[in-house]
């Protein structure tokens, strides 16, 4: 099976435990990194999440997981905030974020360059508006970008 297949199937699980603990699911993630798998879950909630919330989801997510057992080989099973640079995957994080500084990373360059950086704009018609630093307004088809991050500079 592959990752992408098993990180829906988790999310399907994941998605009610979560939401009853009114959690938001940020993130569902399946890879291989060196030897070890690793199963990701990254949850969000208004001002923050802890680590007794992680611990909670952790445990409700881990018994539903031995139940369906999806992953038929060992791996590493996680759960954390998305921390202050979380991914923008879904509508509403565009919406959420607007006027903040972002990151684009593109799977192909654009004029030579595949890294962008800039104020959203918004989500207009499934492509990504950013302001970037010199005033130029672009648009990213969201098929195009490979990781949208929010950017913090202290």
Not at 29 to 41: D, P, S, V
Not at 110 to 127: A, C, Q, R, Y
Request: glycine residues 6%; negative net charge.
């Amino acid at each position: 099976m592959g990752n992408k297949k098993i990180e829906d199937i988790v999310t399907k699980m994941a998605l009610p435990i979560i939401e009853r603990m009114l959690f938001e699911l940020v993130d569902v993630e399946f890879t291989k990194e060196g030897k070890n798998w690793y199963l990701r879950i990254y949850i969000d909630k208004p001002g923050g999440i802890t680590i007794d919330d992680c611990q909670a989801v952790s445990e409700q997510l881990s018994d539903e997981l031995d139940r369906i057992d999806p992953i038929k080989h060992s791996y590493i099973f996680e759960v954390s905030s998305p921390g202050l640079e979380r991914p923008l995957k879904k509508d509403r994080d565009f919406e959420r974020y607007k006027g903040e500084m972002i990151e684009l990373k593109l799977f192909h360059p654009i004029d030579g360059k595949k890294v962008f950086e800039g104020e959203l704009v918004g989500l207009i018609d499934n492509n990504v508006v950013v302001k970037l630093e010199n005033g130029v307004i672009m648009h990213f088809n969201r098929s195009e970008i490979a990781l949208a991050k929010r950017t913090i500079k202290f």
